[in-house]
């Protein structure tokens, strides 16, 4: 039993030595990786250029006498690159944009006015047309034949008026003699006026019917460009078709209606009528062409807010297509010698809509009030009076007082690229837009 005892207790100080050995490598293998964890935050954290710093400021960590901080933000000191624009007086065009619709002048759907059989057609899908063209016939020979029938009618009636007539003149002589009473002239008087009664009838036959034979030349009812057909030759055709044989859109001139704000209305003075109007394309890039406003809506819509404006084209090239996409500008104004710079120097900040003015080597913080847009520059109201170089690129890293060195255009965008990438560089305003 004293050996049984002995040999337990051996076990167990061999088990809580193992059990102490695996405690001291653990502790071992995190102080390891905390010291790697520390030694690669110091390495992320280390600036490539510490130690050129530390050379040029001296022994002592200070700056040597005679240099002092120059550039933007994060303590560069060399200035930052910047190119420039002009602040240049001129014309602004006071504009209104908005999006589009072409609609067409007019549009009418050539439709059949008789049943029949469609003979010929006579037109090109897509081809301009005139009003009056000849665009279908439908088989004539139906119609000539009720014709034909209405005129024999109206013939036939006719010789029964003409002998009417001349019975009852032989009866008014033979009254006047005594050889016949009042009462029958009275009553062959009747019998003409009932053919001449008659004869009318017939005669609205005849036109009925010729009418009829000349609706089998189907014509346009409007100038303008024709659809697709919808009908092929051989078919019957009624006139309750719905699709009719084609639709015909009016091109020239053409219309654009578009919808503006109800809080820019005011901008139009009261005298919308012959404003110029420009349509472009969807992107916004090409002029496509120039009208006059001739309408405006007399009510807002108040589901949107906006009131509907109506633009007519001469579309001569035929540039515009009925339920086209287009950007409209209004012009409602134009200002005389406004200052105005690029749309690329504008900047929203803390403190508001400015520019960063260069002056003799330094970039001064100029806030602006802005007025209309157009081509690219922008108004300004407020805060430049012409003259001023203010920066257009590489304000990213500028500040109020900033030290600039001014570029050309391709040095600048290379720089741009450069100082984008360093560790740092922030933004201190946005495109304003």
Known sequence: MTATTASGQQARMDRGGQQGRMRWVGLLALAALLAALGWWWAQRGADPKADTAAVARGPAGK?????????????????????????????????????????????????????????????????????????????PAPFEVALAQAQGQLQRDRALLDNARLAARRL????????????????????????????????????????????????????????????????????????????????????????????????????????????????????LAVGRLIAVDNQIDATTGTVKLKARFANADGVLFPNQFVNTRLRVNRLTGVPSIPEAALLRGAKGTHVYVVEGG?????????????????????????GEQVVVDGSERLEDGSAVDVVPAGAAAASAASTASAPGAARRGRPAH
């Open 362 to 386: 330094k970039a001064r913080m100029q806030l602006v009030q802005i007025g209309p847009r157009d081509r690219g520059r922008v108004a300004v109201t407020e805060g430049l009076s012409g």
């Open 172 to 287: 008014a002589e033979l009254v006047r003699q005594d050889a016949a009473s009042q009462q029958e002239l009275e009553a062959q008087q009747a019998q003409v006026a009932q053919f001449e009664g008659t004869i009318k009838i017939d005669q609205a036959a005849v036109d009925d019917a010729r009418l009829k034979l000349g609706y089998t030349r189907v014509t346009a009812p409007v100038s303008g460009r024709i659809g697709l057909r919808q009908v092929d030759p051989g078919n019957m055709v009624r006139s309750t078709d719905t699709s009719g044989l084609a639709v015909i859109n009016q091109v020239q001139p053409i219309s654009v209606v578009f919808a503006l704000p109800q809080d820019q209305i005011g901008a139009l003075n009261g005298r919308p009528d012959g404003l110029e109007v420009q349509a472009f394309d969807r992107s916004g890039g090409r002029r």
């Open 63 to 139: 700056t040597p006498p005679g240099e002092r901080r120059r550039g933007g933000r994060g303590g560069n000191d060399k200035p930052v690159p910047v190119r420039t624009g002009e602040v240049v007086r001129q014309d602004m065009d006071v504009v209104l944009d908005a999006l589009g619709t072409v609609t067409s002048t007019a549009t009418a759907t050539v439709r059949v006015r008789v049943d029949g059989l469609l003979q010929s057609v006579h037109f090109t899908e897509g081809q301009q047309v005139k009003a009056g063209d000849v665009l279908a016939r439908i088989d």
